[in-house]
């Protein structure tokens, strides 16, 4: 099993589990969230914001990361907050109802 994977199912509570989790469930997500923690371009070429996209069957939706999200453009200020955002809907939010 997945090391996130493992963490949930064996901890007690809600079992959250942290950013370094997300690269046994998502390598390639997690390989561009460290791209991005090291990146010392223009963030404005990025075009990134506080949002990710949902594919739930079959459907895609916007979820914001954090209240009022798909306003709030990604900058090298606020990247590490972006990042651990991102990482926590992937790994908590978004698998919260498979494991209740």
């Known amino acids: 099993f997945a090391s996130f994977f493992l963490r949930k199912l064996t901890s007690s509570g809600r079992g959250w589990v942290d950013t370094h989790h997300l690269a046994s469930l998502d390598p390639e997500l997690y390989r561009h969230l460290l791209w991005l923690k090291n990146y010392n371009g223009n963030f404005e070429d990025l075009g990134l914001d506080f949002t990710t996209l949902s594919n739930e069957y079959g459907q895609s939706r916007v979820i914001e990361l954090k209240p009022g999200g798909r306003h709030i453009p990604v900058t090298w200020t606020n990247r590490i ?18 494991f209740q």
């Open 81 to 98: 907050e972006y990042i651990h955002l991102l990482a926590d809907y992937h790994l908590n939010r978004q698998l919260e109802t498979q």
